[in-house]
């Protein structure tokens, strides 16, 4: 327990020196940001994922077989808009590869005007979601979290995807050896988890008992934030920016 306490401690307050800066803090809140995100998607824009792939791919196969409630037109929409913004983000990587601390900062940027635009589309249309809405935000959160998933994947912080739990929670229990030692970084893997289950829970009451322009508008915030504490945490150019091998 002491040790998973710890990880977790330096998860979130990286020490002076660690190969990651700060960047193990800024991917929790992309996390949260995450199931904000598909809360939304979901729960509001008829039952599709923009953020998580596996779960929009298998959603496709069930409104092709004919399944109740669900939209194989929007869930083919949410993939083309995802891998367009994968690409974006792909580029970005490229361009931004010998600087982690710029990469982030301008893909966090880009994903904050894209949210800044459903946030307008929200506030316009008070909240009614019609299928010229739907389709609008599903094609501009399917693009922010395409570009999302790109950069994460070249920063290379181990067990913080942002999206993708599976794995996360299969190292987790995989990685403990029978004599009883621990997974290594478990204090990381359960934040990761419990960024995710936080994001999707505050995302869920905030649409249930609210406004989806203030689901949208959390999201937006959070992002507006990983931006500018990337750009100030990075100014400097500390040693954590440089590309890892």
Not at 16 to 42: K, N, Q
Not at 99 to 104: A, I
Not at 182 to 201: E, K, Y
């Amino acid at each position: 327990m002491r040790g998973l306490l710890t990880d977790a401690y330096r998860t979130l307050v990286p020490p002076r020196g660690e190969r990651h800066g700060p960047l193990p803090p800024l991917m929790l809140t992309l996390t949260v940001v995450t199931g904000l995100v598909d809360a939304v998607s979901y729960l509001a824009l008829g039952h599709v994922f923009v953020a998580n792939m596996t779960g929009n791919v298998v959603f496709l196969g069930f409104a092709l077989a004919g399944a109740p409630g669900l939209s194989a037109s929007a869930s083919l929409v949410s993939l083309a808009s995802f891998l367009t913004g994968a690409l974006a983000g792909g580029r970005l990587a490229t361009r931004f590869a010998e600087h982690r601390g710029n990469l982030l900062k301008t893909a966090t940027a880009a994903q904050t005007v894209l949210v800044a635009v459903t946030v307008a589309v929200a506030a316009l249309t008070h909240g009614r979601v019609t299928t010229g809405v739907q389709y609008t935000l599903v094609v501009l959160l399917g693009l922010a979290m395409g570009v999302q998933n790109a950069v994460v994947r070249r920063l290379g912080v181990p067990d913080l995807t942002t999206t993708v739990l599976t794995l996360t929670l299969t190292g987790l229990a995989a990685d403990s050896s029978p004599a009883g030692g621990a997974a290594p970084r478990p204090g990381r893997r359960i934040l990761s988890v419990l960024a995710m289950f936080a994001g999707a829970l505050g995302g869920a009451q905030l649409l249930l008992h609210t406004r989806l322009v203030l689901t949208l508008g959390l999201a937006l915030l959070l992002l507006a934030v990983t931006s500018a504490a990337t750009h100030r945490l990075s100014s400097d150019d500390p040693d954590w920016v440089r590309a890892q091998a």
